[in-house]
């Protein structure tokens, strides 16, 4: 089986974006390298989505970090996915739960990752992180670790 095969957004030229919240968009190819643990990082500067309350918008940049097992996202699926919560209207905190979600159920990886650092509105940021690990195997360990100390070491204020 090709990397690429069961693939459909890749080198697609009728992209279309979804305008509602779309974790079916998401696809995933084979890892090619599962005997080794790889980090891949995703830094996604220009997430939107709404406020539930004021349906005003929200920007954050969203970092996904993970180490893949056997499948790994497609980028262009997940940049597909990312934008289809442009006029959702979610919580910060419910974004990064979601894609979590989403990402874990898709791939199966052994650890994931994933912060959001909104703008500020009103005078205040919010960066929710949330992670997982494989259950029973030491990413399970390491998520907890990571969890307790990830913002051990916060930025300076930089007002993004």
Known sequence: MSNTEGLTLLGNQKTEYADQYNPKVLE?????????NTFVKFNCPEFTALCPMTGQPDFATIYISYIPDTKMVESKSLKLYLF?????GSFHEDCVNKMLNDLVDLLDPRYME??????PRGGISIDPYVNYGKPNTSWAEFAQTRLVNHDLYPEKVDNR
């Open 114 to 119: 994933i912060w959001g650092k909104f703008t």
């Open 28 to 36: 995933a190819f084979p890892n090619s390298h599962p005997d080794r």
């Open 84 to 88: 289809s919560f442009r006029n959702t």
